[in-house]
């Protein structure tokens, strides 16, 4: 411990420093806010509008009858695999700079998969009747089809999102703790509430490692099931262009993709707002760029080795979707999107001293999910456009409605993001702590 | 137990106390390990197997991850047990499926239960600590001995160690009971109302429905919106060409085709080959003539009298003669 002597004298620096972004909030941040909340109610007016007169106000119709909704869970669950993957897979291999990035990430986990959830509920007809969905003898003897992936899906879904909200809040503990001591007002009795009383004791300390150890492994496991479950919501069905075995991996990977292109955004805000310099460094950027041309190479390999098998099987079904979408109807977007999520990531990221630039990495986060947005719709709306029966092919673009919902819930999840930030120290604070503490006591 | 111990000395120390031959000495003049709680502002050691009595808490998640297999066995293998008829060749649940599903609950009991016992490990660890200084997550170390007996004498003797490890606060506490929080009740009782709420609307059994012995619809409803536009037909002559490509691709195209060369995807399935409607025979035909087949049928084609107005009729016979145009247009442009 003596080595670690100015590690332990940095504390109430950091202590000061990550709970600045809790306390106080200039006119642009109620400004934001305000932007945020009217963008979530015109999408909630919205959504009221639709369940008023119908799920008919889409664009859905045969035999497209998946749309932006569905091309949205799919996206918001994928994004939703930031923190897990960043965080899960991170401790395990006990990176050390995992620190200050995996609350940012699990954060964004919790509010997507809220997201995610919300879409699914967009897309329901009848939606005041959702809990037929739940397996209970109820008097209508209406029992879920468990043959049906959508749900297998249910449960993933559910089992990620209760485990995810666990693994945000376990880390957490300690922090509230630390809030409770020094932030007053309303929150004070919150963070009372949620801190369970923390002491910081060894035995508390020792339960906490203990179940955070536990727990990462198997929500590891739980974050490849979902997006696989996922990819298998298409696969599992004959439509040609889903009909695929790969597709699990592909949409694990993916899923991300997207994440980390996601936490990029994210880091790059949080540390620009709240002056965190000291604490998200170039190099951290620099490691997360690493990791996205890892996950840009596997799924350029993953994506190719799918339609390569389709271009060679030349079966005439699953070609007119090839075509439709390499050179057809849907070529714009095709096109746009491997530039997006496989050229610009190539191109930039394989730069050292690009990647330890925190604005491009943004950008490029950005881009990245704007492309696999249009992958999400890509996945959904040719394949279900080109039936094997020729008699209703069609094409599909969402509707004002579906358009301002999304927006909406695109609004609700930067809100809650926005609102969480002053809520939930950014940066875990005790893990920092310790993370300093063990840099200066062996090196 | 110590526990329950309601007494105690809290002592606070600078951040370069050592904490080892402080617990050491503590030991030496008789205080047991349970009695005395380090709280630091980080995990001390990276020690992570906690137990519960004799159990290691990894042992508690196994046994609830075997709970939630059991779990997922009961509803998709229960459901399968149920309902055993097979459907397609496959039983109503397979394997696979039951094993996916257990697969998810075994993770989500394994992983709430032992969140919901580390929670409760946590809790019982403190129970007899009320005061934490707030100081300690600035990187103070607090050390706090609860005390059996309560003569001065042994007080002191504490109180002197304590002092002689570098502490520079030492207090005297005594313990109260907290009060029970009322929050999570009143949280459970409102959601269970938001669930009851949901069993009012009766709107069930005021939808339209078919009746008992009920013709089967052929046409559209009068009014219905096309699939593929959202505008309604309004049926000019200038628009029938437009009508008569939807119609064809709606009734025709199965068979004929999309581009209409007699090659749709239900043609390896007919006895007799659909025409190509490319082919002179074809487009030598007059507009009555090719209005005469659509309307009776020829060989397996089947007449479309009922199916389709005259009108909608004429604009797929204009749409046929209007093939090869179209045909040559297409190259042009391609060119």
Known sequence: MASGQANWNEMPAINRDLLAPLQGA??????????????????????FYQIETGIGRTNMHPPIFWGAYIASFVYWIGVSHSGTFISGVLRLSKAQWRRPITRI?????????????????????RVWRWYYLIPYPNQREIWPDFRSPLMWDATAVFTYATASSIYLYLPLIPDFALARDRIGGWRRWCYSVLCLGWKGTQR??????????????????????????VGWDFGMSLVPGWHSSIIAPYFVVGAVHSGLGMVMVGLYFVRRTYRLEPYIRPEHFDKMGKLLIVTTLSLAYL?????????????????????????????????????????????????????????????????????????????????????RLTYNWSSYFPSWGELTILLGSLALAVLLYVLAVKFVPIISIWEEKEGRMSAGGHG | MAMDEHEALTAL??????????????REAGISEAQ????????????????????????????????????????????????????GGKPIVGAPIVGIISYETMMLLAIVVTFITSVVTIKRAHRAITERDSRVDDGYVMAR????????????LIRNLLQRAGSLE??????????????????AVVLAAICLMNGCSRDMQEQPSYEPQEAPRLHSPLGAVPRDSRAVITGSLEESMSEGVNLFRINCSHCHGTTGRGDGPAAAYLKEKPADLHKSDVQTLSDSALYDVLTRGKDVMPPFKGELSAKERRSIVAYVKSLPKRMLEKHANHQ
């Open chain 2, 36 to 87: 005395i709680s380090i709280m630091t502002p980080l995990p001390l050691s990276e020690r992570a197997s906690v137990r519960l009595g004799s159990m290691p808490l990894y042992v508690i998640t196994m046994i609830a991850g075997l709970v939630g297999i059991a779990i997922g066995i009961f509803f998709a293998g229960g459901t399968a047990a149920m309902y055993p008829l097979m459907t």
């Open chain 1, 303 to 387: 994506y190719f080795a799918d339609q390569l098998t389709v271009w060679y099987g030349n079966i005439p079904d699953h070609m007119a979707i090839l075509h439709a979408m390499v050179s057809g109807l849907y070529a714009p977007p095709f096109w746009t999107m491997i530039v997006l999520i496989y050229l610009i990531p190539l191109s930039t990221l394989t730069i050292p001293s690009f990647r330890r630039w925190p604005f491009g990495m943004m950008v490029v986060g950005i881009g990245i999910n704007l492309g696999m947005y249009i992958e999400r719709m890509l996945i959904i709306v040719p394949p279900l456009s080109r039936p």
């Open chain 1, 26 to 47: 200039g006119l642009g941040y109620f400004l934001l806010v305000v932007l945020l909340a009217a963008m979530v109610a015109a999408g909630a007016g919205a959504w």
């Open chain 1, 105 to 125: 990430a699990e954060l964004m986990t919790i509010i997507s998969v809220t997201i995610a959830a919300l879409c699914v509920f967009y897309h329901l007809g």
């Open chain 2, 170 to 187: 030492i207090q005297w506490e005594s313990t109260q009971k907290e009060k029970g929080n009322q929050s999570g009740k009143a949280i």
């Open chain 2, 145 to 156: 001995v609860s005390m059996s007996s309560t003569s001065t004498a042994r007080i002191g």
């Open chain 1, 204 to 229: 508390e300390w020792e339960t906490l490692n203990t179940a955070i150890r536990i727990i990462t492994p198997l929500i590891v496991m739980v974050m490849i099931s979902v997006h696989s479950i």
């Open chain 2, 13 to 26: 120390f600078p951040r370069q106390v050592e904490i080892d031959p402080l617990v050491q000495s503590l």
